[in-house]
Nanobody, 126 residues
Framework: QVQLVESGGDLVQPGGSLRLSCAAS????????IGWFRRAPGKEREGVSCIHTGDGSTNYVDSVKGRFTISRDNARNTVYLQMDSLKPEDTAVYYC???????????????????WGQGTQVTVSS
């Protein structure tokens, strides 16, 4: 059974940092594209960052470039999202998802996701 479990969400002050984890089970990360997405209150779901677990290629939405870093540990079957210099507008529920096999990072999008985790809440507030 394919399962993704996110963790690491918390309440943090502006300028702070968090590291989110997405632990996969029921399959090996192998040669897949994994994405982090978020949904803020009253807003549509947004793609944040994606990584190809084979070649390590990545992409980021403009609003997080230079602040967030996506990485993977294939031995631990886990994908991470390091979030630094957090802003109140980063407040959202963050989800990880497995994108359809064969999808390159440049085409990573929620519409192509096949499996989703349950989400983890990130709140940035003073």
């Amino acid at each position: 059974q394919v399962q993704l479990v996110e963790s690491g969400g918390d309440l943090v002050q502006p300028g702070g940092s968090l590291r989110l984890s997405c632990a996969a089970s029921g399959f090996r990360l192998g040669y897949l594209t994994i994405g982090w997405f978020r949904r803020a209150p009253g807003k549509e779901r947004e793609g944040v960052s994606c990584i190809h677990t084979g070649d390590g290629s990545t992409n980021y939405v403009d609003s997080v470039k230079g602040r967030f870093t996506i990485s993977r540990d294939n031995a631990r079957n886990t994908v991470y999202l390091q979030m630094d210099s957090l802003k109140p507008e980063d407040t959202a529920v963050y989800y990880c998802a497995v994108v359809a096999v064969g999808t390159p990072v440049r085409d990573c999008a929620a519409a192509r996701a096949e499996y989703w985790g349950q989400g983890t809440q990130v709140t940035v507030s003073s």
